[in-house]
């Protein structure tokens, strides 16, 4: 009895120890830029529609030779939606905004960027420089208030996210403001697990 009882024991330690192993890792990605790389986690249980979002333009090539087109010294830097050429790139269906997961635009943090209209991300992403909170989901806050969708956090390469931030801006050529006076070049964006 006390054999079969340590039997079951074993069994079920290992069982759930399989379970565990089991469990999905989040994805990781590594964006390649002209200024160093950028590895990142992606939050697939709190912004599942936002990462396979990110991982569809990611995995069809889409941000090769994007840049980071928008950077904002003490803010953020955002990308993936422009050529050096300042001409947008054509996108998908934009999707809806997850800003009310939870999670913070803390440093680091990856968030979709969109414009006024809540659902209306679609490829552009941006990385937070530092904690911007008033990007945060405000239950009841309307169209501004509704929030910006984290969906990922850098694991590796925060220092390379900081020397694009840097860099000094101005006007493109087609009058768009903040755009960096050497170009900040996305090479590739490449799932690593």
Not at 115 to 140: C, E, R, W, Y
Request: glycine fraction near 12%.
């Amino acid at each position: 009895m006390l054999k079969r009882f340590i039997y079951a024991l074993i069994l079920g330690l290992f069982l759930a120890g399989g379970a565990i192993a089991a469990e999905t890792k989040n994805p990781v990605v590594l964006i390649e830029t002209n200024q160093g790389n950028v590895k990142v986690e992606l939050f697939q249980k709190e912004a599942p529609i936002s990462v396979k979002n990110f991982l569809d333009y990611a995995n069809s090539g889409f941000y090769n030779g994007t840049i980071f087109h928008r950077v904002i010294r003490n803010f953020m830097i955002q990308g993936g939606g422009f050529g050096q050429d300042l001409n947008p790139k054509p996108t998908k269906a934009m999707i809806k905004n997850e800003a009310s997961n939870g999670l913070k635009n803390d440093r680091g943090t990856l968030a979709m960027a969109r414009t006024m209209v809540v659902d209306s991300a679609t490829a552009q992403f941006f990385i937070n420089v530092v904690n911007n909170d008033f990007l945060n989901h405000k239950p009841g806050g309307g169209q501004i208030g509704y929030g910006y969708a984290v969906f990922g956090k850098v694991i590796e390469g925060m220092n390379v996210v900081d020397k694009i931030a840097t860099t000094p801006t101005g006007r493109g050529a087609n009058g768009m403001p903040d755009v960096p006076q050497t170009p900040m070049i996305i090479k590739s964006v490449k799932v690593l697990q």
